[in-house]
């Protein structure tokens, strides 16, 4: 085979990945991590920033479902996209929900019929401080006509999501998308696709362009990929690993240098400082939490000191 032919090969297989970007969804299941953010329990890089300081990094942090104020079951996410320069600063960041059996594919074929979350960071016009979250259906890759249809948002989601951007110390360019969608049954009365608590989800994250208004719309992103969650195998590949900690392992909070993960999804944070010892206990639910010191070797309750925090 001829250079030029090879040469010509290469150049269409390039333009393939360019034009429908990565070809395979991965899975977030077996590539979770714990969350480096207190507020959330897990954790999944969707884009590697490895050693390259000019590529922006995106990870998806995430709760279990749960219930949101006494109402229907909610997953609570975010979204935060670290940027080196000014010219990768997003324009909004959306996170999509697909139906499992488009897992497969890739490009527009995994997003026709999606629905989305997007939150904006700038509006139509360009302008900043927009903070504004909307849904969309995703029938097509163009907005309006039979494309891009927005679609009424739930209470819940509007109370409860919403965009940051800031600047780091480092000169680092985060900007954070929080939001929830509620957990719906495949049985539900709901236009929007259905999030499962056991099983396989297939979801959609998608940046999009820097602040040119022009460029501000849903159908352009720079950024875009798939990956498969199950939310109840994740939890239960965690509990399994309990047993296997090290009780005196390196924190994965910075603030403090040892931690423990203990029964009940409740984590023990220590670090010494001077004659001192500083502790911090965390647990992913509402409750109140409480660190005991005991008497004696048996660990007893009774006669025992205790600080409460509720």
């Given at each position: 085979?001829?250079?030029?032919?090879?040469?010509?090969?290469?150049?269409?297989?390039?333009?393939?990945?360019?034009?429908?970007?990565?070809?395979?969804?991965?899975?977030?299941?077996?590539?979770?991590?714990?969350?480096?953010?207190?507020?959330?329990?897990y954790?999944?890089?969707?884009?590697?920033?490895?050693?390259?300081?000019?590529?922006?990094?995106?990870?998806?942090?995430?709760?279990?479902?749960?219930?949101?104020?006494?109402?229907?079951?909610?997953?609570?996410?975010?979204?935060?996209?670290?940027?080196?320069?000014?010219?990768?600063?997003?324009?909004?960041?959306?996170?999509?929900?697909?139906?499992?059996?488009k897992?497969?594919?890739?490009?527009?074929?995994?997003?026709?019929?999606?629905?989305?979350?997007?939150?904006?960071?700038?509006?139509?016009?360009?302008?900043?401080?927009?903070?504004?979250?909307?849904?969309y259906?995703?029938n097509?890759?163009?907005?309006?006509?039979?494309?891009?249809?927005?679609?009424?948002?739930?209470?819940?989601?509007?109370?409860?999501?919403?965009?940051?951007?800031?600047?780091?110390?480092?000169?680092?360019?985060?900007?954070?998308?929080?939001?929830?969608?509620l957990?719906?049954?495949?049985?539900?009365?709901?236009?929007?696709?259905?999030?499962?608590?056991?099983?396989?989800?297939?979801?959609?994250?998608?940046?999009?362009?820097?602040?040119?208004?022009s460029?501000?719309?849903?159908?352009?992103?720079?950024?875009a990929?798939?990956?498969?969650l199950?939310?109840?195998?994740?939890?239960?590949?965690?509990e399994?690993?309990?047993?296997?900690?090290?009780?005196?392992?390196?924190?994965?909070?910075?603030?403090?240098?040892?931690?423990?993960?203990?029964?009940?999804?409740?984590?023990?944070y220590?670090?010494?400082?001077?004659?001192?010892?500083?502790?911090?206990?965390?647990?992913?639910?509402?409750a109140?939490?409480?660190?005991g010191?005991?008497?004696?070797?048996?660990?007893?309750?009774?006669?025992?000191?205790?600080?409460?925090?509720r």
């Amino acid at each position: 085979m001829s250079a030029r032919r090879i040469n010509n090969i290469l150049y269409f297989l390039a333009c393939i990945i360019i034009c429908h970007g990565q070809p395979s969804t991965f899975d977030a299941t077996e590539s979770y991590q714990i969350s480096d953010d207190l507020n959330f329990r897990y954790m999944v890089t969707l884009s590697e920033n490895i050693a390259i300081e000019s590529s922006p990094k995106i990870t998806f942090y995430w709760n279990n479902p749960a219930y949101l104020e006494g109402q229907k079951k909610i997953i609570k996410g975010r979204i935060v996209h670290k940027a080196y320069f000014v010219h990768e600063k997003p324009s909004w960041l959306g996170f999509g929900v697909q139906d499992i059996s488009k897992a497969t594919g890739f490009g527009r074929n995994i997003m026709i019929g999606a629905d989305s979350i997007i939150g904006y960071t700038y509006d139509k016009e360009g302008n900043g401080g927009s903070n504004s979250v909307l849904q969309y259906k995703l029938n097509d890759t163009f907005e309006g006509g039979n494309g891009i249809e927005p679609i009424p948002i739930h209470e819940s989601l509007t109370l409860n999501s919403g965009v940051t951007q800031k600047i780091d110390e480092d000169a680092t360019i985060v900007t954070t998308f929080d939001f929830v969608r509620l957990l719906h049954n495949s049985d539900d009365d709901s236009n929007e696709r259905a999030i499962h608590e056991i099983g396989d989800n297939l979801f959609l994250f998608a940046v999009g362009p820097a602040h040119r208004p022009s460029d501000n719309t849903i159908g352009a992103h720079v950024k875009a990929g798939s990956f498969l969650l199950d939310f109840d195998a994740v939890d239960k590949k965690l509990e399994e690993s309990y047993e296997s900690y090290d009780p005196a392992c390196k924190s994965d909070y910075p603030e403090y240098e040892f931690m423990v993960t203990l029964k009940h999804k409740v984590k023990l944070y220590w670090i010494i400082v001077g004659d001192t010892v500083q502790f911090q206990i965390s647990h992913f639910g509402n409750a109140w939490l409480s660190l005991g010191v005991a008497w004696n070797e048996e660990g007893k309750m009774i006669g025992s000191e205790a600080v409460i925090g509720r």
